[in-house]
């Protein structure tokens, strides 16, 4: 008994150390955090507080969204790839986070991913059947919502309120989706791990290029093509890199 | 309440403890169904918790049983503002307010310790539930735990799926949505009536709170919990599955029929500082349909009903 004891003590402590340097050397983590502000102010929720380009005061009352696809582009063209679809929802702490694993060292000029979901996984069944997806149906063509952005505005002079709902998603045999890329300077992957924090300026959906107007498009625009494109083409830009940190390096055996 | 004695013969009560684990059988388009680690679905547990429920022991003057207020030929309602008992497995906020939130069990904890302040040492004294206890959980210690736990195996197999709706979303069955309802399917699903942002996906309730604008003063509902004022008004989304037998209908039972709730969402909306943004015509009232228009609405609703399930022998008391 006791022989065997020893050596499972032993096997054990071979299989740690093992795991520990199992690790391919140079290899590093990416985090990614997902921020949100509105003109670049801080996001405060339910409060009249922002202003959009087409001139109306508005507030943010919910926030939920689909990016997928996620790849991380050398300086020599080479990509790290995360098939991974991320949901986020403000105030769910659990979805503020995506780790991006095992990414191999080198210098990388790029990070891009899909706002929204591509073709393939945008149908019924395409993510996985929790509550959570199943409250972004999107009912024609049948899928997903890639975003719920919820909230009121003022009409100027009467300040009447109105609610906005900026659901977009695939309508009439157009997918939108948005291919965002961002620049990354500094990304050098070697046995180390980064944070980098990206923001979503909710306000960008609503300006740049088109200046997005709540009573032009009125309350109803999943169906709407020309509304859907229009926030399309703004939302190439929705996002930026605020800042990236090396966390850590780690233990090298 | 006796009891038959055949259930008795069944299982009888005894020393051994071996549950049988009990898979628990729902479509495939449901969502992905939790079950906690720590309870386990066995047919033993859910015998318990059956009996439990159809059982005014449970209750401090034995006054009344679960079943008594939520009848399974309703749904598990009945007239007043009774909450239907129906996939609660997928509920995660109980009450109309969302008092308890959390798991299935904390909920039937609760119901069983602080509703029905049940009296532990008359279930104690009784000649056969600590056999069943120790059958369902190893020990014939009667807790609130082990009630609740009992309670939540039986509730977790309260699963409707039967609809003529669900049927007709099965590609091998020949059943179809006649021209009215698939109308009405259509103005529900779409931004025309727009119910589904809250009463979607197969489980036809978002199982979230939301204010849907039904008073200019809104009552307190999720604020009386949270203290949040953005929680004035917020009430648990009910599920539409068998809202054709669970009339009255809102959280105060203010509307008889579901005619007068269309109507409601159609012209009786109301503006107030929390009425959800989902309620994207509150501004004008409401969503303007046709009187054609509702009744499609209402014909399509109606497809929701499953009169497989609140026939369903195993739901029924165990007791004859």
Redesign the interface.
Known sequence: MRKISVLTIGLLFSLLLFSTCKKDPGEGTVELIFEHEVNGQDLVLNEFLYTCEAGYEFSVIRLKYYISNFVLTRDDGTEYRLDKVHYRELGVDATRTLEMPDVPAGTYTSLSFIYGLDQETNVPGGLENTTTNINMEWPMPPGYHYMKFEGKYKIPGTGEVKAYNTHTGPTGGNQNFIQISLPLHGLEIDDNSWDITLVMDLNEWYQNPNTYDFEFFGPMIMENQNAQAALKANGADVFSVESMEVMELSIIC | MAFVRCNEEEIPPGPVYDPTPLALDYPD????LDIPSDNPTTVEGVLLGRMLYYDPILHRDSAQACATCHLQALSFSSPGNIIPHINLG?STAFLWNGKVQGSLEKIMTFESEEFFQTKLSRLERHPDYPGYFFKAFGSEDISYEHIGKALAQFERTLISGSSKYDLYLRPDLPVFLSDEEFLGFDIF???KG?C??CH????FT???FHNNGLDATPGDGLFEITADP?DIGRYKTPTLRNIELTAPYMHDSRYQTLEEVIDFYSEGLH?SPT?????????QGGIHLTAQEKGYLIAFLKTLTDTVYVNKPELSSPFF
């Open positions: 388009n449901f969502p992905i997928w699903f779409t931004e727009d589904f942002h979607g996906g197969i489980l978002d199982n979230l953005e503006q009425v959800d943004p989902l309620m994207k015509n509150a501004h």
